[in-house]
Protein backbone atom coordinates (compact mmCIF):
# COMPACT_ATOMS: atom_id res chain seq x y z
CA UNK A 1 0.00 0.00 0.00
CA UNK A 2 1.43 3.58 -0.98
CA UNK A 3 0.08 5.99 1.92
CA UNK A 4 2.64 8.52 1.05
CA UNK A 5 2.45 10.68 -1.50
CA UNK A 6 4.82 9.74 -3.95
CA UNK A 7 7.96 11.88 -5.33
CA UNK A 8 7.93 13.26 -8.83
CA UNK A 9 10.59 13.04 -11.38
CA UNK A 10 11.95 15.72 -13.98
CA UNK A 11 12.93 14.79 -17.18
CA UNK A 12 14.18 17.27 -20.02
CA UNK A 13 14.20 16.72 -23.45
CA UNK A 14 16.60 17.67 -26.03
CA UNK A 15 14.21 20.38 -27.34
CA UNK A 16 14.12 21.60 -23.67
CA UNK A 17 10.63 19.93 -23.08
CA UNK A 18 10.18 19.36 -19.40
CA UNK A 19 8.67 15.99 -18.71
CA UNK A 20 7.10 15.38 -14.99
CA UNK A 21 6.55 12.06 -13.38
CA UNK A 22 3.02 12.64 -11.19
CA UNK A 23 3.04 8.94 -9.16
CA UNK A 24 -0.54 8.04 -8.36
CA UNK A 25 -2.90 5.85 -6.70
CA UNK A 26 -4.74 4.74 -9.67
CA UNK A 27 -6.67 1.89 -7.56
CA UNK A 28 -5.46 1.05 -3.91
CA UNK A 29 -2.83 -0.84 -3.87
CA UNK A 30 -1.69 -0.09 -7.03
CA UNK A 31 -0.02 2.98 -8.87
CA UNK A 32 0.30 4.43 -12.18
CA UNK A 33 2.12 7.29 -13.43
CA UNK A 34 0.84 10.59 -15.16
CA UNK A 35 2.79 12.51 -17.36
CA UNK A 36 3.26 16.38 -17.46
CA UNK A 37 4.39 17.59 -20.46
CA UNK A 38 5.46 21.55 -20.36
CA UNK A 39 7.16 23.85 -22.52
CA UNK A 40 8.22 27.81 -21.88
CA UNK A 41 8.54 29.83 -18.89
CA UNK A 42 8.33 27.99 -16.32
CA UNK A 43 6.53 31.12 -14.75
CA UNK A 44 3.99 31.54 -17.25
CA UNK A 45 4.02 27.81 -19.22
CA UNK A 46 3.18 28.17 -23.40
CA UNK A 47 2.00 24.73 -23.37
CA UNK A 48 1.17 22.22 -20.68
CA UNK A 49 -0.52 18.98 -21.54
CA UNK A 50 -1.12 16.10 -18.93
CA UNK A 51 -0.25 12.16 -20.88
CA UNK A 52 -3.07 9.96 -18.88
CA UNK A 53 -5.24 10.53 -15.81
CA UNK A 54 -5.00 7.79 -13.49
CA UNK A 55 -7.87 5.92 -11.72
CA UNK A 56 -11.82 7.53 -10.94
CA UNK A 57 -11.01 6.85 -7.43
CA UNK A 58 -10.54 10.19 -5.03
CA UNK A 59 -6.79 9.12 -3.87
CA UNK A 60 -5.75 9.17 -7.59
CA UNK A 61 -7.24 12.62 -8.31
CA UNK A 62 -5.79 13.92 -4.62
CA UNK A 63 -2.32 12.41 -5.63
CA UNK A 64 -2.37 14.05 -9.13
CA UNK A 65 -3.12 17.32 -6.98
CA UNK A 66 -0.38 16.94 -4.55
CA UNK A 67 2.18 15.78 -7.46
CA UNK A 68 1.25 19.23 -9.57
CA UNK A 69 1.69 21.00 -6.06
CA UNK A 70 5.40 19.84 -5.70
CA UNK A 71 6.08 20.36 -9.00
CA UNK A 72 5.01 23.89 -8.78
CA UNK A 73 6.91 24.28 -5.23
CA UNK A 74 9.74 21.91 -6.02
CA UNK A 75 10.45 23.63 -9.74
CA UNK A 76 8.56 26.85 -9.83
CA UNK A 77 6.07 25.69 -12.47
CA UNK A 78 2.97 27.65 -12.80
CA UNK A 79 0.78 24.50 -13.05
CA UNK A 80 -2.38 23.28 -12.26
CA UNK A 81 -5.39 21.32 -13.48
CA UNK A 82 -6.86 24.71 -15.01
CA UNK A 83 -4.07 25.39 -16.48
CA UNK A 84 -3.75 22.27 -18.85
CA UNK A 85 -4.15 23.25 -22.63
CA UNK A 86 -4.37 19.22 -23.40
CA UNK A 87 -5.29 16.28 -21.77
CA UNK A 88 -3.80 12.93 -24.08
CA UNK A 89 -4.78 9.77 -23.45
CA UNK A 90 -2.50 6.39 -24.30
CA UNK A 91 -4.99 4.00 -24.24
CA UNK A 92 -8.33 2.96 -22.81
CA UNK A 93 -7.43 0.95 -19.52
CA UNK A 94 -8.97 2.40 -16.07
CA UNK A 95 -5.93 3.69 -14.77
CA UNK A 96 -4.60 5.66 -17.69
CA UNK A 97 -8.23 6.78 -18.84
CA UNK A 98 -10.52 6.64 -15.24
CA UNK A 99 -9.53 10.17 -14.11
CA UNK A 100 -10.67 11.59 -17.10
CA UNK A 101 -14.21 12.12 -15.82
CA UNK A 102 -13.38 14.17 -12.28
CA UNK A 103 -10.26 16.30 -14.36
CA UNK A 104 -13.24 17.33 -16.74
CA UNK A 105 -15.12 19.00 -13.51
CA UNK A 106 -11.67 20.78 -13.35
CA UNK A 107 -10.56 21.68 -16.39
CA UNK A 108 -11.73 22.22 -20.22
CA UNK A 109 -8.68 21.36 -22.17
CA UNK A 110 -9.33 19.39 -25.06
CA UNK A 111 -8.67 15.90 -25.35
CA UNK A 112 -6.60 13.86 -27.87
CA UNK A 113 -6.69 10.43 -27.76
CA UNK A 114 -5.32 7.41 -29.41
CA UNK A 115 -8.08 6.15 -32.00
CA UNK A 116 -8.92 2.96 -30.60
CA UNK A 117 -9.71 4.54 -27.48
CA UNK A 118 -11.96 7.34 -28.62
CA UNK A 119 -15.20 4.73 -28.50
CA UNK A 120 -14.63 4.30 -24.99
CA UNK A 121 -14.69 7.96 -23.77
CA UNK A 122 -17.33 8.37 -26.72
CA UNK A 123 -19.67 5.65 -26.37
CA UNK A 124 -19.28 4.36 -23.17
CA UNK A 125 -22.73 2.97 -23.25
CA UNK A 126 -22.00 1.10 -26.68
CA UNK A 127 -18.80 -0.66 -25.29
CA UNK A 128 -20.47 -1.70 -22.23
CA UNK A 129 -22.93 -3.20 -24.71
CA UNK A 130 -21.16 -4.94 -26.78
CA UNK A 131 -18.79 -6.08 -23.71
CA UNK A 132 -22.08 -7.78 -22.02
CA UNK A 133 -22.54 -9.72 -25.12
CA UNK A 134 -19.53 -11.71 -24.48
CA UNK A 135 -20.20 -12.56 -21.04
CA UNK A 136 -23.13 -14.48 -22.59
CA UNK A 137 -20.96 -16.30 -24.88
CA UNK A 138 -17.84 -16.80 -22.75
CA UNK A 139 -20.60 -18.25 -20.01
CA UNK A 140 -21.93 -20.45 -22.38
CA UNK A 141 -18.50 -21.42 -23.74
CA UNK A 142 -16.71 -22.41 -20.25
CA UNK A 143 -20.30 -24.36 -19.45
CA UNK A 144 -21.13 -21.82 -16.40
CA UNK A 145 -24.47 -22.40 -15.52
CA UNK A 146 -26.25 -18.81 -15.66
CA UNK A 147 -26.65 -17.36 -12.53
CA UNK A 148 -23.27 -18.34 -11.18
CA UNK A 149 -21.19 -17.01 -9.25
CA UNK A 150 -18.28 -16.41 -12.05
CA UNK A 151 -20.58 -15.76 -14.35
CA UNK A 152 -22.23 -12.88 -12.38
CA UNK A 153 -18.38 -11.55 -11.85
CA UNK A 154 -17.55 -11.50 -15.77
CA UNK A 155 -20.83 -9.84 -16.36
CA UNK A 156 -19.38 -7.01 -13.63
CA UNK A 157 -16.65 -6.34 -15.21
CA UNK A 158 -18.44 -5.44 -18.26
CA UNK A 159 -20.21 -3.32 -16.54
CA UNK A 160 -17.31 -1.49 -15.46
CA UNK A 161 -16.89 2.09 -17.43
CA UNK A 162 -13.96 3.92 -17.03
CA UNK A 163 -15.64 6.52 -18.10
CA UNK A 164 -19.62 6.60 -16.62
CA UNK A 165 -21.06 9.27 -19.27
CA UNK A 166 -19.68 10.31 -22.65
CA UNK A 167 -17.08 12.99 -23.30
CA UNK A 168 -15.68 14.47 -26.49
CA UNK A 169 -12.53 13.58 -27.67
CA UNK A 170 -11.40 16.36 -30.11
CA UNK A 171 -8.05 14.90 -31.63
CA UNK A 172 -8.06 11.34 -32.48
CA UNK A 173 -4.34 10.21 -32.75
CA UNK A 174 -2.79 7.64 -35.11
CA UNK A 175 0.42 6.09 -35.37
CA UNK A 176 2.80 9.05 -36.79
CA UNK A 177 0.70 11.55 -35.43
CA UNK A 178 2.55 14.68 -34.89
CA UNK A 179 0.44 16.62 -31.67
CA UNK A 180 0.25 20.05 -31.13
CA UNK A 181 3.54 20.47 -32.84
CA UNK A 182 5.47 18.43 -30.21
CA UNK A 183 4.43 14.88 -29.28
CA UNK A 184 5.39 12.16 -31.81
CA UNK A 185 2.31 9.56 -31.49
CA UNK A 186 4.47 5.84 -32.25
CA UNK A 187 2.05 3.27 -31.89
CA UNK A 188 3.22 0.32 -29.63
CA UNK A 189 1.04 -2.76 -29.56
CA UNK A 190 0.87 -5.19 -27.66
CA UNK A 191 -0.42 -3.94 -24.09
CA UNK A 192 -3.79 -2.81 -25.29
CA UNK A 193 -4.58 -5.49 -27.70
CA UNK A 194 -4.51 -3.67 -30.66
ZN1 LIG B 1 -2.86 -0.42 -19.64
Known amino acids: MTDAVP ?17 VRAFPNFRANVYLVVRGDPHAP ?20 AGLASVRDGYGEAVGLDTLGRIVITHPHPDHLGGLSA ?4 TEAPVAAFHSA ?5 QPG ?9 P ?4 VWLGLPPGSELDGRIRRRGSNLSVPRALPVATPLRDGDV ?12 HEGN
Open 103 to 106: LREH
Open 46 to 65: AYAALVDTGGAGPDSLGDLR
Open 118 to 122: VPFIE
Open 179 to 190: LDDLLHVIHTPG
Open 126 to 134: AIRAAWLMQ
Open 7 to 23: LTALHVTSGGTRVYTLP
Open 136 to 139: DAQA
